[in-house]
T-cell receptor, first 112, second 109 residues
């Protein structure tokens, strides 16, 4: 069982370039999330989606965009990367309100 | 929005008990989760509380008081493998799940 998968695992990106972080789940979960994790700051919510076709802004949405065209995929796009976006990015999915969220293995992004 | 506070670090001895506190302020509380995260890995689910009281799962227990905006995670019979970060997360509204900065627990022999 794949569960929730992120790609790539790591990436070095030149500042000003665009990039899409991919996230796919095969559990038919309704909700999906994107977080960034930085030392001392914990997991900060970037964007989330309650169900296919809807998205919402989290705590730190600036510089990021998402789409939810179907249940399985929730890509995160950086239109023009900046060094402050260097972080570890986690995607997560959740079936229902009272259920646990499952996390992908993370994407380590370095913007230089 | 919401604020979620937990201690930054805690140290305990193997076999001991440690209690990690979490306080939160939210406009629409709808459940509290605890996750464990080992260095370099993804968070994994430990417990969920939506009603007041204690939930016990083996060596781990979690407590919630909604009126006080307070939860704790209790780790008993500590083992070396319990050295990790412990994350408190609060769900606001339907699905918005926000995390505290995490508490790093170090277990010493």
């Amino acid at each position: 069982t794949a569960g929730i998968t992120q790609a790539p695992t790591s990436q070095i990106l030149a500042a000003g370039r665009s990039m899409t972080l991919r996230c796919t789940q095969d559990m038919r979960h309704n909700a999906m999330y994107w977080y960034r994790q930085d030392l001392g700051l914990g997991l900060r919510l970037i964007h989330y989606s309650n169900t296919a076709g809807t998205t919402g802004k989290g705590e730190v949405p600036d510089g990021y965009s998402v789409s939810r065209a179907n249940t399985d995929d929730f890509p995160l796009t950086l239109a023009s990367a900046v060094p402050s976006q260097t972080s570890v990015y986690f995607c997560a999915s959740q079936k229902g309100e009272n259920t646990e969220a499952f996390f992908g293995q993370g994407t380590r992004l370095t913007v230089v | 929005g919401q604020n979620i506070d937990q201690p930054t670090e805690m140290t305990a001895t193997e076999g001991a008990i440690v209690q990690i506190n979490c306080t939160y302020q939210t406009s629409g509380f709808n459940g509290l989760f605890w996750y464990q995260q080992h260095a370099g890995e993804a968070p994994t689910f430990l417990s969920y509380n939506v009603l007041d009281g204690l939930e016990e799962k083996g060596r781990f227990s979690s407590f919630l008081s909604r009126s006080k905006g307070y939860s704790y995670l209790l780790l008993k019979e500590l083992q070396m493998k319990d050295s990790a970060s412990y994350l408190c997360a609060v769900r606001e509204g339907d699905y918005k799940l926000s995390f505290g900065a995490g508490t790093t627990v170090t277990v010493r022999a």
